[in-house]
């Protein structure tokens, strides 16, 4: 299986700040990543797919990058609905793999 | 499109666990559609348990396979989980999804995204 390994495991922001959240794959897994939201007691929320392109709907705040085995999502101008969970997946090859959760707290 | 889980939040060990994921909205035999559980044990991160297509074809985590049946019935708008022999290990939060796939196998350059979530049943297994 492709270990996905995310780092930090938490981090601290302020209301208007930008942060990077780094995902990396245990081998090559080309652009096939994911990235999602998931807010506390609901379901995970699809922002990103391909490694950049941005789901419909998803603000333009949210911006994915990378390829290979390293892979960061930053999200600018941090709001107040942001300080949440994020997780990526990778879908290069089965089993379907995600990585443990970043945490994103208010500073 | 909205999905939406059913079945029961308490197994004893052993037992069959049976979960249904209903389809409202829209067309559950679309080419353009795979359907997906995935679930989250208690404080943890996101497992991926297995697709099924519109056409019946399945796909399974392996680490799960041997107790595994999805299922998918186009007549009732709903796809369906089977995982026999349960432990307290199957605890968890289970999500249906929709995934963005354009083939048979959704993975690589095929799939663009689980994009339509279930709100997720929990599961509790204990004696």
């Known amino acids: 299986d492709i270990q996905m390994t995310q780092s930090p495991s938490s981090l601290s922001g302020s209301v208007g700040d930008k942060v990077t959240i780094t995902c990396r794959a245990s081998q090559n897994i080309s652009t096939w990543l994911a990235w999602y939201q998931q807010k506390p007691g609901r379901a995970p929320n699809l922002l990103i797919y391909k490694a950049s392109s941005l789901e419909s709907g998803v603000p333009s705040r949210f911006a994915g990058s990378g390829s290979g085995t390293e892979f960061t999502l930053t999200i600018t101008s941090l709001q107040p609905d942001d300080f949440v969970i994020y997780y990526c997946?990778?879908?290069?090859?089965?089993?379907?793999?995600f990585g443990q959760g970043t945490r994103l707290e208010i500073k | 499109v909205q999905l939406q889980e059913s079945g029961p939040g308490l197994l004893r060990p052993s037992q069959t666990l049976s979960l249904s994921c209903a389809v409202s909205g829209g067309s559950i035999d679309t080419g353009n559609y795979s359907w997906t559980w995935i679930r989250q044990h208690p404080g943890k991160g996101l497992e991926w348990i297995g697709y099924?297509?519109?056409?019946?074809?399945?796909s399974y985590n392996p680490s799960l396979k041997r107790r595994l049946t999805i299922s998918i019935d186009p007549s009732q708008t709903q796809f369906s989980l089977r995982v026999r022999f349960v432990t307290a290990a199957d605890t968890a939060v289970y999500y249906c999804a929709r995934v963005a796939c354009t083939s048979n196998d959704c993975y690589k350059g095929w799939f663009y995204g689980m994009d339509v979530w279930g709100q997720g049943t929990a599961v509790i297994v204990s004696s």
């Open positions: 997946q990778q879908y290069d090859s089965y089993p379907i793999t």
């Open positions: 099924v297509y519109y056409n019946g074809l399945t």
